[in-house]
């Protein structure tokens, strides 16, 4: 059985964990924080959640487990067949990713932890963000899913990563990112809300406080 490490706080391991349920594949969650260790590294080479293991080994990087996971695994496509569809698809993921996760990713310290941030950094990471809803306004079609009519990968970045990116907005530089962008937003809305979405939500809840702790004794 395919078995997901990770911890349910982590948007990259619910990217994973929601495509694995909208296909139907049984799975295990295997609790596994990021680290440093010998042990982790054996695991996941930098140390990053999530990882995917599967008969053969691991599988680091969400892109990479994604696209292995459409490759070999039963269920609902989460990628078009055709080229340009497909490519079309893992653009619009890159670009969350570089343009969006990123720079936002940037902010997480002092927008959810209360852990300041240098200006700089957060001047950097406004600028780019702005760049990056924008290329989304641009090339998302929102119709009704992120990519047109059917629910992909790029929904999965959008709902894990723009939410984070808006929390971001709001929290640090006072802006709603997607306030000229209305089917987005409701767009964003209408896939948290999908029954395993909700699931993925409900176990994220559940380990927040845990996480929280973890990080206050960091601190
Ligand atoms: N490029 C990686 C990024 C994954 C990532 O940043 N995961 C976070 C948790 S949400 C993490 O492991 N952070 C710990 C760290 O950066 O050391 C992927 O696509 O899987």
């Known amino acids: 059985m395919l078995k997901l490490y990770g911890f349910s706080v982590s948007n990259y391991y ?13 799975f295990e969650e295997v609790l596994f924080f990021p ?26 990087e969400t892109s990479v487990i994604l696209e292995y996971i459409e490759q070999t695994q039963e269920g609902p496509a989460l ?18 990713e570089l343009y ?13 932890f209360g852990m300041p941030v240098p200006d700089a950094i957060k001047e950097k990471s406004k600028a780019d963000l702005l760049l990056g809803i924008a290329s989304l306004g641009r090339h998302g079609k929102f119709a009704p ?12 970045y959008f709902m894990y990563s723009v939410n984070l990116a808006c929390a971001v907005g709001e929290r640090l530089f006072g802006l709603d990112f997607l306030e000229g962008l209305a089917q987005a937003k409701a767009l964003l809305e209408r896939l948290h809300a999908m029954p395993n979405a909700q699931k993925v939500a409900a176990d ?3 380990a927040m406080p845990a996480f929280l702790a973890m990080i206050a004794a960091k601190k």
């Not at 042990?39 to 008969?55: C, F, I, N, Q, T």
């Not at 969006?100 to 959810?112: D, G, H, M, T, V």
């Not at 899913?145 to 999965?156: K, M, R, W």
Request: aromatic share 8%; hydrophobic share 45%.
């Open 145 to 156: 899913y992120v990519a047109g009519e059917s629910f992909t990968i790029a929904d999965l």
């Open 204 to 206: 994220r809840e559940a």
């Open 79 to 96: 990628l078009p067949g055709d080229p340009f569809q497909r490519a079309q698809v893992l653009a619009l993921c890159r670009e969350i």
């Open 14 to 26: 619910n990217m994973v964990k929601l495509a694995l349920m909208e296909k139907g594949l049984p």
């Open 100 to 112: 969006i996760e990123l720079p936002a990713r940037a902010c997480f310290a002092e927008a959810f």
């Open 35 to 60: 680290s440093q260790t010998p042990e982790a590294l054996a695991v996941s080479p930098r140390g990053k959640v999530p990882v995917l293991g599967v008969k053969q080994g691991f599988i680091n």
